[in-house]
């Protein structure tokens, strides 16, 4: 049985992904796109990788599809094939080539690695108890570190583009009532996952994707007043992360002579505060993404 329902959900991701890729219809293409991103996390699940399945539910299937349907919006319907047929006749043999190397590499590359011994030897030493936080947060920082410079990146990115901010309007009183459960659900879910992120399935992206949810209901539901001033400190909120996140680095040089080598015995209150903070850069981070930047931003950075 478990066979089986592994084989029906690996040829729904590709069923649900060619008919995103194959639809002229950007609606119906962004949708197949939020169902694909959903079978992943859930091939992702059955993989046993629940903290890369919350992060592709809530990041890659939740937000961007939504930043997708914004951004079809803003497009003029395409009045023929984006590609001709020789050029889909490529990526088709294309992607089909690359699934091959793909298979062959799993199958040729030996099932025994050193990563989770090596691991478990010094999880008591990374100050948590969740391989998956010891490995972001310790043990590969400046992975992660160089993610939030690629969220940094992308926010100047769309303030370089300006484009136009969508006009929220208040939805009526029906609404009133879903956001006020929504909305506290959503902060008390966003701390609940950055506190059990040191011990099981969770940490700074799923929560900060989580917190995102709220802030998009009270924005979109026209509940919350976007002011440019309250704009800007949401930006700044944006780049709190990155700076204290840099500034963890910088003092762990200053106390131990190694970037981003914690002191002893205080590493679990260290990547606690640089997760909280990166909660909150993340929510507004991709508030912002989603949202953009008043033109009045331009010159702040």
Same mark, same amino acid.
């Not at 003092?251 to 190694?258: K, P, S, V």
């Given at each position: 049985?478990?066979?089986?329902?592994?084989?029906?959900?690996?040829?729904?991701?590709?069923?649900?992904?060619?008919?995103?890729?194959?639809?002229?219809?950007?609606?119906?293409?962004?949708?197949?796109?939020?169902?694909?991103?959903?079978?992943?996390?859930?091939?992702?699940?059955?993989?046993?990788?629940?903290?890369?399945?919350?992060?592709?539910?809530?990041?890659?299937?939740?937000?961007?599809?939504?930043?997708?349907?914004?951004?079809?919006?803003?497009?003029?319907?395409?009045?023929?094939?984006?590609?001709?047929?020789?050029?889909?006749?490529?990526?088709?043999?294309?992607?089909?080539?690359?699934?091959?190397?793909?298979?062959?590499?799993?199958?040729?590359?030996?099932?025994?690695?050193?990563?989770?011994?090596?691991?478990?030897?010094?999880?008591?030493?990374?100050?948590?108890?969740?391989?998956?936080?010891?490995?972001?947060?310790?043990?590969?920082?400046?992975?992660?570190?160089?993610?939030?410079?690629?969220?940094?990146?992308?926010?100047?990115?769309?303030?370089?583009?300006?484009?136009?901010?969508?006009?929220?309007?208040?939805?009526?009183?029906?609404?009133?009532?879903?956001?006020?459960?929504?909305?506290?659900?959503?902060?008390?879910?966003?701390?609940?996952? &950055? /506190?059990?992120? @040191?011990?099981?399935?969770?940490? !700074?992206?799923? %929560?900060? #994707?989580?917190?995102?949810?709220? +802030? =998009?209901?009270?924005?979109?539901?026209?509940?919350?007043?976007?002011?440019?001033?309250?704009?800007?400190?949401?930006?700044?909120?944006? &780049? /709190?992360?990155? @700076?204290?996140?840099?500034?963890? !680095?910088?003092? %762990?040089? #200053?106390?131990?002579?190694?970037? +981003? =080598?914690?002191?002893?015995?205080?590493?679990?209150?260290?990547?606690?505060?640089?997760?909280?903070?990166?909660?909150?850069?993340?929510?507004?981070?991709?508030?912002?993404?989603?949202?953009?930047?008043?033109?009045?931003?331009?010159?702040?950075?």
């Amino acid at each position: 049985m478990s066979l089986a329902f592994d084989i029906l959900l690996a040829f729904g991701v590709v069923f649900t992904a060619a008919a995103a890729l194959g639809t002229h219809d950007r609606v119906a293409s962004v949708a197949g796109f939020v169902v694909t991103g959903l079978l992943v996390a859930l091939s992702l699940v059955r993989l046993g990788a629940p903290d890369v399945a919350l992060a592709e539910a809530a990041i890659g299937a939740g937000l961007t599809g939504a930043l997708l349907l914004r951004s079809a919006r803003c497009l003029k319907p395409a009045k023929r094939p984006i590609l001709p047929s020789i050029q889909r006749i490529f990526a088709v043999i294309i992607a089909a080539g690359l699934t091959v190397a793909l298979v062959w590499a799993f199958y040729v590359v030996p099932s025994a690695t050193l990563y989770p011994a090596l691991i478990d030897e010094r999880l008591a030493d990374s100050g948590v108890t969740n391989p998956v936080t010891a490995v972001l947060l310790n043990f590969r920082a400046w992975d992660t570190l160089l993610e939030i410079v690629v969220l940094f990146v992308a926010l100047v990115l769309v303030r370089i583009v300006a484009p136009g901010r969508p006009q929220p309007v208040a939805l009526g009183e029906l609404m009133l009532p879903f956001a006020r459960i929504i909305v506290p659900i959503s902060a008390f879910l966003a701390g609940h996952l &950055l /506190w059990q992120g @040191a011990s099981e399935p969770g940490g !700074a992206f799923q %929560a900060g #994707a989580i917190l995102t949810g709220g +802030l =998009l209901i009270l924005i979109l539901g026209g509940f919350a007043e976007h002011t440019p001033r309250l704009l800007h400190w949401v930006m700044m909120l944006a &780049l /709190w992360g990155l @700076a204290v996140f840099a500034l963890a !680095a910088l003092g %762990a040089e #200053a106390f131990t002579g190694t970037l +981003l =080598l914690y002191p002893e015995g205080a590493a679990k209150l260290w990547i606690l505060l640089i997760e909280a903070a990166l909660t909150l850069s993340i929510a507004a981070t991709l508030c912002l993404l989603f949202y953009g930047i008043p033109r009045r931003l331009k010159n702040d950075i």
